[in-house]
């Protein structure tokens, strides 16, 4: 009797083992073999950016070392002060609806990303060097696990950075303090608002690269290591801003880095009123600087 329900049981696992082909079963992670993104191109350029927000360390996802592929990582302690160029991949339809290592579901299209190292979870800005393009995504997974990447986007991060076709790109990741970066906003938020009297006349519009810029503080937006996408940001800017837009070249024994600044600026009320505005069109980090 009992060899013939041991029979039966294995029968029945070999059943439910067969199905798994068109369906994934509790014991079955991935359906899909290679991965790919949605059947027909979706439209993701509405989908915003993820909020930075204060969040306590994930329960999942967040041992201070762990193994893959016979490969042992460190997490970070905190996120503060990381920043890190390297290569970006992205992963879509064969995770979606899978947990991430922090036992969430994955949605390619939210604004999420896979790393090895940051806390889960953290906010971080990705820059794709090669375009300009950038996007504030939520740590919520690990990996990516291939050698030369540094984070994996979801396919709606990846779209907006204009990766989806190659596959990868070069990019600079940088994380975000939730705290800073929001008490920056309130404070520009309850700041007193300058007359427009008070304010000094923009310098011309033209986009500068080399020239020697005139005395006084600017406000540095980005710097790249391409000038290509240095001049890319700053004719977005030029449109966008009336105040003068430069790009400026800073020769390092690593090679020049190109500086996309505004300015010069009035006075620190001005600044924080350029900050916030800024901030909303999603370029984070912008600061003061002396020329």
């Known amino acids: 009797?009992?060899?013939?329900?041991?029979?039966?049981?294995?029968?029945?696992?070999?059943?439910?083992?067969?199905?798994?082909?068109?369906?994934?079963?509790?014991?079955?992670?991935?359906?899909?073999?290679?991965?790919?993104?949605?059947?027909?191109?979706v439209d993701v350029s509405n989908v915003p950016d993820a909020v930075p927000k204060v969040e306590p360390k994930s329960r999942g996802g967040n041992k201070s070392t762990y193994k893959v592929l016979g490969k042992r990582y460190s997490v970070l302690p905190a996120a503060d002060g990381y920043?890190?160029?390297?290569?970006?991949?992205?992963?879509?339809?064969?995770?979606?609806?899978?947990?991430?290592?922090?036992?969430?579901?994955?949605?390619?299209?939210?604004?999420?990303?896979?790393?090895?190292?940051?806390?889960?979870?953290?906010?971080?800005?990705v820059t794709n060097l090669k375009n300009g393009r950038h996007v504030i995504v939520?740590?919520?997974?690990?990996?990516?696990f291939h050698k030369g990447r540094i984070i994996d986007l979801s396919y709606a991060a990846a779209s907006k950075l204009g990766m989806l076709r190659s596959g990868t790109a070069r990019v600079e990741v940088e994380a975000i303090n939730p705290v800073t970066w929001n008490a920056s906003k309130i404070i520009v938020s309850s700041a007193t608002k300058v007359a427009p009297s008070t304010l000094s006349k923009p310098l011309s519009t033209d986009v500068t690269s080399k020239g020697v810029l005139a005395a006084g503080r600017y406000l540095q937006v980005g710097a790249y290591s391409l000038e290509a996408s240095a001049r890319k940001v700053a004719s977005q800017l030029d449109s966008d801003f009336t105040m003068g837009t430069h790009v400026n070249s800073l020769e390092r024994a690593s090679g020049s880095l190109y500086r996309v600044l505004l300015g010069p600026v009035a006075n620190r009320a001005e600044a924080d009123n350029m900050i916030e505005k800024l901030t909303q069109r999603g370029f984070l980090g912008a600061h003061l600087v002396n020329f």
């Open 1 to 41: 009797m009992k060899i013939m329900m041991l029979a039966l049981s294995i029968a029945a696992l070999l059943l439910s083992g067969c199905t798994s082909t068109s369906k994934p079963s509790s014991g079955s992670r991935y359906s899909i073999k290679h991965d790919h993104g949605p059947s027909a191109p």
């Open 83 to 125: 920043r890190e160029i390297g290569g970006a991949s992205w992963y879509g339809n064969k995770f979606h609806g899978h947990l991430t290592s922090n036992g969430e579901t994955y949605d390619m299209y939210k604004m999420t990303a896979a790393h090895k190292s940051l806390p889960i979870p953290t906010y971080v800005k």
């Open 138 to 144: 939520r740590v919520n997974d690990r990996g990516p």
